[in-house]
């Protein structure tokens, strides 16, 4: 079945970490690609996203994310965690004219 | 330029009633989309405006419905609502269809259904 998931529902990381939240999909066809963060009661807002070319993506807020074929994957990374990064993250695909959401990867940063 | 507008922002409806959320997207957006968002079951697709016809329906029942003005300004109801549609709703627009375009959401409204 076609879906996206992200296998952590929760992390928990030291500030100045580093830190990787994962994501796989499942499509028959390379779909784009995004990752989004929500702060709580806030709505989401765009780290970044992977349409196509190069395989490493830069976006906002020092966060980067690797597209990998070979693996269906699209996970985001970031070499320090700051204290201000604590949220829910959410991969998202789209694989048609639609976009799907994974269940989300709440992030917990310890001081 | 302003992002997207979500109004109200809060709302608490009683079981049976029916309720209209607004949103207004960004200047020059065409395609408005909506979800909605529960802790049980994740950010789920509603459906997609561009150009004022629906483009795209998730699997929801039919008590849930929406339209878009020519002005790009959407809204969406739910009618004879239940305690289970208790959730955030959340508005995206972009300006081509979502899945193609990078989507901004906007604040979203919290519906609570007693």
């Known amino acids: 079945a076609q879906s996206v998931t992200q296998p952590d529902i929760h992390i928990t990381v030291s500030e100045g970490a580093s830190l990787e939240l994962r994501c796989n999909y499942s499509?028959?066809?390379?779909?784009?690609l995004f990752w989004y963060v929500q702060s709580p009661g806030q709505g989401l807002q765009l780290l970044l996203k992977?349409?196509?070319?190069?395989?490493l993506v830069q976006g906002i807020k020092g966060f980067e994310a690797e597209f990998k074929r070979s693996q269906s994957s699209f996970n985001l990374r970031k070499p320090s965690v700051h204290w201000s990064d604590a949220a829910e993250y959410f991969c998202?695909?789209?694989?048609?004219?639609?976009?799907?959401f994974g269940a989300g990867t709440r992030l917990t940063v310890k001081p | 330029k302003a992002g997207v507008t979500q109004t109200p922002r809060y709302l608490i409806k009683t079981r049976g009633q029916q309720v209209t959320l607004s949103c207004s997207p960004i200047?020059?957006?065409?395609?408005v989309s909506w979800y909605q968002q529960t802790p049980g079951q994740g950010l789920q697709f509603l459906f997609e405006?561009?150009?004022?016809?629906?483009?795209n329906k998730g699997n929801f029942p039919g008590r849930f419905s929406g339209r878009q003005f020519s002005n790009s300004r959407s809204e969406m109801n739910v009618s004879t609502l239940e305690l289970g549609d208790s959730a955030l709703y959340l508005c995206?627009?972009?300006?081509?269809?979502?899945?193609?375009?990078?989507?901004?959401f906007g604040q979203g409204t919290r519906l609570t259904v007693v």
């Open positions: 995206a627009s972009s300006l081509a269809l979502s899945g193609v375009a990078e989507a901004f």
């Open positions: 405006y561009f150009s004022e016809t629906q483009r």
């Open positions: 499509y028959g066809a390379t779909p784009y």
């Open positions: 992977y349409f196509s070319g190069d395989t």
């Open positions: 998202a695909v789209a694989p048609g004219d639609d976009m799907r």
């Open positions: 200047s020059g957006h065409r395609s």
